[in-house]
């Protein structure tokens, strides 16, 4: 077990990644957002190429840099049985989340999403026996609050909260910490790569049962800007972002990560400051500034 200053530097880089995975995903929000204002897809079409493109990558990526450990998954029953399960895991957390944001609205979606860091604190709590920590108690109710000033502005009214919105929403969030749970033994025995690669991969397999990729690719028009998105997409919002959220995960505690992870939402306003024009209200800079203050508490109280 790691001490002292190693302890230190694993959790300052698993921080570090997690900042860089939340970045990420923000910049996604924005061009998943410019591609559906654009009519370019529909949100299982997105979902569905996004994870075959990616999981190609990935895999090409993996081959590239670690062959050896690309293929010890086709070596061992219990690690392809496991990073399958991982891949369906993938599409299920894109599945339910999109369906809560369908009957809901993507504030409601995020705020549901805060929620991961507790349901993760339950788990372990439960299952692992891992106690809960008041900082980390306090640190949710700053994160979650921030998310929802930031989502909302302030004015509550612009969540809906419907069955279907509820069901889903809490469904998104138990799938995204079983993610995020689920492969981290997998991933001490074959490395984040091999494990993200062919998750997914596989994800994107499963993707497939929905939507024809092949359809939706000839029926897109794929103009600059949608490539441009698109591009991102897969890139940075997938396979940069993926990668480092694991690798974090197995540097840190789950908890911790998820409750940096909340930084989302606030990279995602601000580049849509940046890129969209839009603007930042007086309560949002408020959310901005609890969600900040959570990243800085959690990291500072490792130190």
Same mark, same amino acid.
């Given at each position: 077990?790691?001490?002292?200053?190693?302890?230190?530097? %694993? /959790?300052?880089?698993?921080?570090?990644?997690?900042?860089?995975?939340?970045?990420? !995903?923000?910049?996604?929000?924005?061009?998943?957002?410019?591609?559906?204002?654009?009519?370019?897809?529909?949100?299982?079409?997105?979902?569905?190429?996004? +994870?075959?493109?990616?999981? *190609?990558?990935?895999?090409?990526?993996?081959?590239?840099?670690?062959?050896?450990?690309?293929?010890?998954?086709?070596?061992?029953?219990?690690?392809?049985?496991?990073?399958?399960?991982?891949?369906? +895991?993938?599409?299920?957390?894109?599945?339910?989340?999109?369906? %809560?944001?369908?009957?809901?609205?993507?504030?409601?979606?995020?705020?549901?999403?805060?929620?991961?860091?507790?349901?993760?604190?339950?788990?372990?709590?439960?299952?692992?026996?891992?106690?809960?920590?008041?900082?980390?108690?306090?640190?949710?109710?700053?994160?979650?609050?921030?998310?929802?000033?930031? *989502?909302?502005?302030?004015?509550?009214?612009?969540?809906?909260?419907?069955?279907?919105?509820?069901? !889903?929403?809490?469904?998104?969030?138990?799938? $995204?910490?079983?993610?995020?749970?689920?492969?981290?033994?997998?991933?001490?025995?074959?490395?984040?790569?091999?494990?993200?690669? !062919?998750?997914?991969?596989?994800?994107?397999? $499963?993707?497939?049962?929905?939507?024809?990729?092949?359809?939706?690719?000839?029926?897109?028009?794929?103009?600059?800007?949608?490539? /441009?998105?698109?591009?991102?997409?897969?890139?940075?919002?997938?396979?940069?972002?993926?990668?480092?959220?694991?690798?974090?995960?197995?540097?840190?505690?789950?908890?911790?990560?998820?409750?940096?992870?909340?930084?989302?939402?606030?990279?995602?306003?601000?580049?849509?400051?940046?890129?969209?024009?839009?603007?930042?209200?007086?309560?949002?800079?408020?959310?901005?500034?609890?969600?900040?203050?959570?990243?800085?508490?959690?990291?500072?109280?490792?130190?």
């Amino acid at each position: 077990m790691l001490s002292g200053a190693p302890m230190q530097s %694993a /959790f300052l880089l698993g921080s570090a990644l997690s900042i860089v995975a939340s970045l990420c !995903w923000g910049g996604l929000a924005v061009a998943v957002q410019h591609l559906f204002q654009t009519g370019a897809f529909e949100p299982l079409e997105l979902s569905c190429l996004r +994870l075959i493109a990616s999981g *190609v990558g990935f895999v090409l990526i993996g081959y590239a840099i670690r062959a050896k450990n690309m293929n010890s998954i086709f070596r061992s029953w219990r690690d392809f049985r496991e990073i399958a399960v991982s891949g369906v +895991l993938v599409y299920l957390a894109h599945l339910t989340f999109f369906l %809560a944001v369908y009957y809901s609205n993507a504030g409601t979606g995020a705020i549901f999403l805060s929620f991961t860091p507790l349901i993760t604190a339950a788990w372990l709590a439960l299952a692992e026996k891992t106690p809960f920590r008041l900082l980390e108690v306090f640190c949710f109710v700053l994160a979650a609050g921030g998310v929802a000033l930031i *989502v909302t502005d302030g004015d509550f009214t612009t969540l809906k909260f419907s069955p279907y919105s509820i069901f !889903w929403g809490i469904a998104a969030a138990f799938v $995204a910490v079983a993610y995020a749970l689920y492969p981290r033994k997998t991933m001490m025995r074959l490395g984040v790569t091999a494990v993200v690669s !062919w998750s997914i991969f596989f994800g994107g397999i $499963a993707s497939m049962a929905l939507v024809n990729p092949v359809a939706v690719a000839r029926a897109v028009q794929w103009s600059g800007s949608v490539v /441009f998105d698109f591009t991102y997409i897969v890139l940075f919002g997938t396979i940069v972002a993926f990668w480092c959220y694991l690798k974090s995960l197995s540097l840190i505690s789950p908890v911790a990560v998820g409750l940096i992870v909340c930084l989302e939402p606030t990279s995602a306003f601000f580049f849509s400051i940046l890129i969209l024009g839009e603007t930042l209200g007086a309560v949002q800079f408020a959310g901005v500034a609890m969600v900040l203050s959570n990243v800085v508490i959690i990291t500072l109280a490792r130190r």
